[in-house]
């Protein structure tokens, strides 16, 4: 197995975050490589007013900037036999990352996430492969998370194609509206750093997004009645694999070890202070 190319979407402004990615990959003796995100108000109000409301509800400019983060790394992805790894940059990786890494490249698979955001998905019952000391579980539907997986090229293709007509916040588009063969690694190898402080660890800095603000209640209009529609569709696709819950799938979360996160932490102040340094005055010229 050969390590994909590894990118992680940062802003510019976004210092300490990248210090974050950067400090972890020289621990574990990996390359990454940075790809400057979209910025929210960089998008222009024609393009917001288009593609914000392509989706169940209206996007916001923070998810909308996201989604194009991540779809410009999936056109990085369609150019590449061996796919990529995409990373948001507030990931955590855990002992086994490379590893995991490595597995997901070589799985066959469009989409593998590597991520656990702590929430339960569809799994496929008994089709699970086992790699070494990881295991490789089909998802038939996952719903949260777009903050670590592979996309191969066929994979990033498929989105892109889909991505011509609908729009959604990241994870949303590739676990729903775009279907693609999915897999998970178990146990997870990474979690975004808020969810492993809820978990008691310490990661040794603290990170906030403005993505997962709560959103008003939108009232009931004529001029809504597409989100409705577009919302009671994707309740009518849950409702069918619910049913596949009596025959093959089953309801739970991926599996985490916890130990695993513990045998890295806390990422190490000196030297996320050494790094930040390290970028100077020219941070915004990095890509």
């Not at 955001?117 to 019952?125: E, L, P, Q």
């Amino acid at each position: 197995m050969a390590m994909p190319q590894i990118c992680f979407i940062n802003l510019d402004r976004a210092r300490e975050r990248r210090a974050l990615m950067e400090v972890q990959a020289d621990t574990h003796g990996i390359a990454l490589t940075r790809f400057a995100a979209c910025e929210a108000e960089a998008i222009d109000e024609p393009a917001f007013r288009q593609l914000s409301t392509l989706w169940e509800r209206p996007m916001t400019r923070p998810e909308l900037a996201a989604f194009l983060s991540h779809r410009s790394l999936w056109e990085k992805a369609a150019q590449t036999p061996e796919g990529v790894i995409v990373l948001e940059d507030d990931t955590v990786f855990a002992a086994h990352f490379a590893e995991a890494a490595e597995a997901a490249a070589a799985s066959g698979y469009d989409l593998v996430n590597l991520e656990s955001f702590g929430r339960r998905k569809f799994f496929r019952k008994k089709r699970v492969e086992t790699i070494g000391r990881l295991k490789l579980a089909a998802v038939l539907r996952d719903k949260a998370g777009a903050g670590a997986y592979f996309i191969s090229q066929r994979g990033a293709r498929l989105l892109l194609g889909r991505s011509q007509s609908h729009t959604a916040p990241a994870d949303a588009f590739m676990f729903g509206v775009c279907k693609l063969r999915a897999a998970q690694i178990e146990p997870a190898a990474t979690m975004q750093v808020h969810l492993l402080q809820a978990r008691g660890l310490d990661v040794g800095m603290s990170t906030a997004t403005s993505i997962q603000l709560p959103r008003k209640r939108l009232p009931i209009t004529t001029g809504r009645l597409g989100y409705g529609g577009r919302r009671l569709a994707t309740q009518v696709r849950l409702g069918m694999v619910q049913l596949r819950r009596l025959a093959d799938a089953e309801f739970r979360p991926a599996t985490f070890d916890e130990e695993a996160f513990r045998a890295v932490l806390p990422i190490s102040r000196d030297a996320l202070e050494a790094k930040l340094a390290s970028y100077g005055v020219d941070v915004h010229k990095a890509s």
